[in-house]
């Protein structure tokens, strides 16, 4: 492969949007182990948080593949390889960030509890914010003073 090659295909992995319309990739080899992926992949995604028992799953699945993804790369890079051998590891490499993507988009396993404590803070904040215009603290405190 010429120098330039590897240029254009490092740039095409590393631009902006290039996971834009890519797929994640049905099967990888990742650390010598084949893993499917995109199934691993959509049945997190399909839950939209990522449950208790699944979060260390989930995490050395995201360590892995960016592991996965560095060394695809220093082959591009450095590698003795061919330009169809290039072309195939710059398409797995977007792949791979496809699934990143979509793995660090999910949210806390606790999303509702979180949004509860919110609303409840909010309604705190507000009930006392409208004791205090209404002049009803001093009332209550009084009654307790008694």
Do not use: C, H
């Not at 699934?99 to 409840?120: F, H, I, V």
Request: avoid cysteine; hydrophobic fraction near 30%.
């Amino acid at each position: 492969m010429q120098e330039y090659e590897r240029k254009q295909l490092l740039e095409r992995v590393e631009r902006d949007g290039a996971t834009v319309g890519a797929e994640i990739p049905e099967t990888i080899a990742v650390q010598g182990e084949e893993i499917d992926l995109r199934t691993f992949v959509f049945e997190i995604k399909r839950r939209e948080t990522v449950p208790a028992g699944e979060r260390e799953r989930v995490e050395q699945a995201k360590r892995n593949l960016r592991r996965e993804r560095t060394d695809r790369l220093e082959r591009i890079e450095n590698g003795d390889i061919s330009r169809e051998e290039g072309e195939e590891l710059a398409r797995s490499v977007i792949g791979i960030d496809r699934a990143l993507n979509a793995l660090e988009s999910l949210g806390p396993t606790d999303l509702e509890r979180e949004q509860q404590a919110k609303q409840a803070a909010d309604t705190k904040r507000w009930m006392s914010f409208l004791k205090k215009a209404l002049g009803r603290e001093d009332d209550a405190s009084a009654r307790r003073g008694r």
